[in-house]
């Protein structure tokens, strides 16, 4: 049995923008970078679709994305604490 092998963003990104190119086939493609056919259309069709995206602003940075659920986290944290703070304060005047 083979194992299902997991591509990096990076390598689909190289591999969709050289499809998109035009420089060599996708059957060319297929077999410099090891890859079916079927995956490398739709990593074109992906780029194509969220290529607008881009320009609209609506893709998001991955760090912008940490950042945005540290927020999250550190809010969180801050609930839990008054919450636990509040709880002992109320527990120790019982």
Do not use: C, Y
Not at 7 to 20: I, M, Q, T
Not at 37 to 66: D, Y
Not at 69 to 88: C, M, N, P, S, Y
């Amino acid at each position: 049995m083979s194992t299902r092998k997991n591509h990096s963003p990076a390598f689909k990104d190289k591999v969709a923008l050289a499809a998109l190119s035009g420089a060599k086939t996708i059957t060319e493609l297929s077999s410099e970078f090891g890859v079916h056919q079927t995956l490398i259309h739709r990593w074109v069709k992906q780029l194509r679709e969220s290529a607008a995206g881009v320009f609209a602003g609506e893709v998001k940075t991955e760090e912008a994305k940490r950042e945005k659920q540290l927020q999250v986290l550190h809010a969180k944290i801050g609930q839990l604490t008054v919450e636990r703070d509040f709880l002992a304060d109320a527990w120790g005047k019982l």
